[in-house]
């Protein structure tokens, strides 16, 4: 019997912690091409809400505009 071929689609991008915007939303889209990217700085108020199509990051206010938090679908 054989089995069909699955892929997980990925849902948070914990490696890209640290890393610049640009360098961050370059992996993501290398993953899920299908998402839209949200931009907040840490501590800032948002929206409440799910949405399977978005990948909120969260920066650091720094000059390099580094990654603060894990990125994740929602």
């Given at each position: ?13 914990p ?23 949200e ?27 580094t ?8």
């Amino acid at each position: 019997m054989v089995r069909p071929m699955t892929y997980k689609v990925k849902l948070s991008w914990p490696e890209v912690v640290g890393w610049t915007l640009l360098q961050a939303m370059g992996k993501i889209h290398t993953d899920r091409p299908d998402v839209a990217f949200e931009l907040h700085y840490v501590g800032e108020n948002m929206p409440p809400g799910f949405h399977d199509k978005r990948v909120r990051l969260f920066l650091n206010r720094d000059p390099q505009g580094t990654v603060a938090l894990t990125p994740v679908v929602g």
